[in-house]
């Protein structure tokens, strides 16, 4: 479900820009002081990648023009086909009259030219080639058009709502777009893929041998540490957009930023994204009390006991220096009676940070238990006899 900004009411948004001071009202509304805050970008948003936290978010929703981004989805999809065994990053494929017709941001593919995945792929990652991603959807789906529909298709099973695709390279036409918060999703999607990461991270790399080279449109790969992607670009329509990933001390953090004006502004702002993250928060496991790890009474089991679990027991995203305030609160079933079934919800947990809900989950049976029956009872009787 997609957290709308200020998940837990604090304060975030004065790091997005040029240390702002706040002023933080009871309600966790948070206004900057003095003037109003207005990002550079159309739509922006920061999310946490383990647990798909929302720390922040400005129009994240609005369906937009997101450009050459859409090539997250094309590299997405290879990486999936890479993964499923249709292709290998040394598959060779040959380039169609259709791939050699791309414009602008191109690797000069001629027809029936033959290319690795891999440089086909970093055609795509570092140099936003237009002709190797048609070359690398015709090589999954045949046609641009059936790969379009598998990018579509994916979006859907990932929960990009917002979003239409209509070609693999991100040229503009019309009707096709997408929102900050799925670009999100489809980012910390492909940041799963570490095997790109060294497309993702390379600044400057070359084709042919040499002959051709490749520069990265992100700037923030040659100076942002940590930094793991993911892609920058532009188009007319969508103006300058930008999705970049970092990861320091196992956090991983992601902003999209779309819609500036200025192409150095969408850097300017996805790193402010990104140090707002690693610079005011946490990612944690919530205590449980210890009570929860004490077995429960079965009446009429053949096991007499069961031990509680949580069916969702998972990291939470807090400020730097609240886990204190992290509380949780329980509620199990007086009376658990066989049969008990395995992973049978017996009870509810829920976590809050002060007063405010982070999230809840079912407590659930760890095994199954079988109703004592007098069949049941004489089979153990008989076993205890004969066991010495």
């Known amino acids: 479900m997609h957290i709308k900004k200020n998940i837990f009411g604090l304060f975030i948004a004065f790091a997005i820009l040029t240390g702002i001071s706040v002023n933080i ?18 739509a922006s948003i920061l999310m946490e990648a383990s647990t798909g936290t929302v720390l922040y978010e400005n129009n994240s929703s609005e369906p937009l023009p997101i450009g050459t981004l859409n090539k997250i989805m094309t590299v997405l999809l290879v990486s999936e086909a890479i993964d499923g065994g249709k292709l290998s990053h040394d598959t060779t494929v040959t380039a169609s009259k259709y791939a050699n017709s791309m414009k602008q941001a191109v690797i000069w ?7 690795s995945v891999s440089d086909l792929l970093k055609g795509v990652i570092i140099g936003n080639a ?8 015709e090589a999954v789906a045949g046609t641009e058009e059936a790969f379009v529909g598998m ?35 489809m980012s910390r ?15 400057m790399d070359s084709l042919r041998n040499g002959a051709t080279e490749i520069v990265s449109t992100n700037v923030l790969v040659k100076s942002y540490k940590g930094i793991i992607g993911i892609k920058a670009g532009y188009t007319a329509a969508a103006a300058n957009c930008l999705s970049v990933a970092a990861t320091r001390d196992g956090v991983t953090y992601i902003a999209v930023v779309l819609g500036c004006a200025d192409k150095d502004s ?20 919530p205590d449980v009390p210890e009570e929860l790890s004490q077995p429960l009474k079965v009446k009429g089991g053949v096991e007499k ?5 949580i069916q969702d027991y998972r990291n939470i995203v807090i400020p730097n220096g609240q886990f204190k305030n992290v ?29 405010k809900l982070i999230y809840k989950s079912n407590l659930i049976s760890s095994c199954e238990i079988e109703k004592m029956s007098i069949t049941k009872a004489l089979s153990i009787l008989t076993k205890s006899l004969f066991t010495f």
């Open 130 to 137: 237009n002709d190797a991603s048609i070359a690398l959807a």
């Open 327 to 355: 509380k949780c609160e329980y509620q199990i079933n007086e009376k658990i009676e066989a049969p008990v079934e395995d992973k049978q919800i017996i009870g509810e947990i829920s976590f809050f940070l002060d007063d």
């Open 305 to 309: 006991e069961i031990v509680p679990e």
């Open 151 to 185: 990018m579509n298709s994916r979006a859907k099973e990932l929960g990009m709502m917002n979003t239409n695709f209509k070609n693999c390279t991100g040229l503009d036409v019309e009707g096709q777009g997408s929102c900050a918060y799925d670009v999100a999703l």
């Open 25 to 42: 009202f009871a309600d966790g509304e948070v206004i900057p002081a003095g003037k109003e805050f207005k990002p550079d970008s159309r």
């Open 266 to 285: 969408r850097f300017t702002e996805g790193k402010n994204l990104l140090n707002t993250g690693f610079g005011n928060y946490q990612v944690v496991k």
């Open 109 to 115: 593919l001629n027809v029936g030219e033959k290319m």
């Open 189 to 203: 999607e492909l940041i799963k893929h570490k095997d790109l990461y060294g497309y993702m991270t390379c600044w």
